[in-house]
């Protein structure tokens, strides 16, 4: 009798424990979506970080944001230097820089993500967040390049990314103030002001 109530505690003991481990899991993706939902429309979109982990971009709300499309192989790719400083210099004042590697120019991004990730960690000492590779334009571009570039959702700064190394600036709001094509590099006075404009808000 003993032994058949044990295995009765330790089944339901069991049962109680796949119950609370479900929803938590209903509620962080209930969270997930609210904080989507609640997000400026440039910051709804999930994306997988170079180490495979889903990031919503809305937990860079009200901050001011540079998504750069890079590329291992590049003659701007020395510009991963500038942009860390960059983000070392303001990242305390509310500035992060999203990096989303693409191999849609001149195949200069042909390696894995992991191999991007030891790449720029091993190089330039990279510390900003980096996502996994996309498209950012063609057929097969990604949702939230989509949006960046289209002329409905972008009007002030639409059309396709024409090379590496293009940045976007957002703002606190979710607002997409600036577009620097790659000549542009991230000690350019135009940038840095553009973001010391935008961290002064």
Known sequence: M????????????????LIAAAIAGIQARS??????SAAAPVLSFTMPSLGG???H???????VILMVNTASKCGY????????????????????????????????????????????TSHYGVTFPMFSKIDV??????????????????PRFPGVVKWNFEKFLISRSGKIMARFRSPI??????????VKTQLAQ
Request: overall charge positive.
């Open 77 to 120: 790719t020395p510009q991963y230097a500038g942009l860390e400083a960059l983000y070392k210099r303001f990242k305390s004042k509310g500035f992060v820089i999203l990096g989303f590697p693409s191999n849609d120019f001149g195949h200069q991004e042909p390696g894995t993500d992991k191999q991007i990730s030891t790449f720029c």
């Open 137 to 154: 334009k063609g057929p097969h571009q990604c949702p939230l390049y989509h949006y960046l570039t289209g002329h409905k959702t972008d």
């Open 185 to 194: 590099t991230p000690e350019s006075p135009i940038l840095v002001n553009a």
């Open 57 to 63: 971009l809305s937990q860079y709300q009200g901050k």
């Open 2 to 17: 003993t032994t058949v109530t044990l295995k009765h505690l330790s089944t339901l003991l069991t049962a109680m424990i």
């Open 31 to 36: 969270r997930a979506a609210a904080m989507n």
């Open 53 to 55: 982990r889903k990031v």
